[in-house]
């Protein structure tokens, strides 16, 4: 869910739109889908509040040990960023929240996506997605006074 609402809000800031509202939708095994949409008080384009949105949806479909064999989220009611309204939050958390999407759109847009990604969502295989050619690997330690080769 956090990955969906990770590029549904790339995809928001690269075009510089912000979202009225979003829809979550899952297709069962049998074909059948079940679709659950909100409509926020703010328009935004900004990863928290769409993955905050995006998992009280989720928690609306009270999926059960259902087969669910796809999960989508849309965003709709696009509008342009300039003309969405802001919610003034003084926290510095929000702030540095605020500096971390702008040096992912950055490094993004110059390196493609799946460069940076949160560390909930880092694996091995997910890691190199997207950079050709990239290998995982972990930096070697400093040798410590009693662990010398």
Do not use: C
């Not at 926020?40 to 769409?50: F, G, K, L, N």
């Not at 949806?57 to 709709?76: E, F, K, M």
């Not at 909930?120 to 070697?140: V, Y």
């Amino acid at each position: 869910m956090l990955d969906l609402a990770e590029e549904v809000a790339a995809r928001l800031r690269d075009g510089q739109q912000a979202a009225g509202g979003l829809a979550l939708s899952v297709r069962y095994a049998d074909r059948s889908v079940s679709t659950r949409s909100r409509t926020p008080i703010e328009a935004t384009a900004h990863t928290r509040p769409i993955a905050t949105t995006a998992y009280e949806l989720y928690d609306l479909l009270a999926l059960q040990r259902a087969r669910v064999r796809a999960i989508s989220l849309r965003a709709h009611d696009l509008r342009p960023a300039s003309e969405a309204t802001q919610q003034l939050i003084l926290e510095p958390d929000d702030d540095r929240a605020l500096a971390i999407e702008a040096v992912t759109d950055r490094a993004r847009a110059r390196y493609g996506p799946g460069t940076i990604r949160p560390a909930t969502l880092a694996s091995t295989k997910q890691a190199s997605e997207g950079i050709h050619d990239a290998k995982t690997f972990l930096p070697a330690l400093p040798p410590s006074e009693g662990n010398r080769l």
